[in-house]
Nanobody, 115 residues
Framework: QVQLVESGGGLVQPGGSLRLSCATS????????MGWYRRAPGKQRELVAR???????NYGDSVKDRLTIYKKNAKKMVNQQMNSMQPEDTTVYYC?????????WGQGNQVTVSS
């Protein structure tokens, strides 16, 4: 069974940093593009960061100066580190794994930026 499980979310103060992790199972990890997306209520799904199987990286415009995505290949995990977080970063973050026309999604992880 394919599973993507996010962890690391929670409450962070404005200006703070947070790291999210996505643990995968049931996939050939090295063949997949992995990414982080977010979707706030009433908003469209937004790219946070994506890293391909060839290690090419794309960052969403709203986070590109504050975001680092990286893989831990031996653990079949993909992480993201976000710095200088702001209240507008408050939403649910989803891990994605894709290959060709197949996509798998995690259940989401809530991040709240508030003082």
């Amino acid at each position: 069974q394919v599973q993507l499980v996010e962890s690391g979310g929670g409450l962070v103060q404005p200006g703070g940093s947070l790291r999210l992790s996505c643990a995968t199972s049931g996939i050939t990890f090295s063949n997949y593009a992995m990414g982080w997306y977010r979707r706030a209520p009433g908003k469209q799904r937004e790219l946070v960061a994506r890293i391909t199987s060839g290690d090419s990286i794309n960052y969403g415009d709203s986070v590109k100066d504050r975001l680092t995505i990286y893989k831990k290949n031996a653990k079949k995990m993909v992480n993201q580190q976000m710095n200088s977080m702001q209240p507008e970063d408050t939403t649910v973050y989803y891990c994605n794994g894709g290959i060709r026309n197949v996509n798998f999604w995690g259940q989401g992880n809530q991040v709240t930026v508030s003082s």
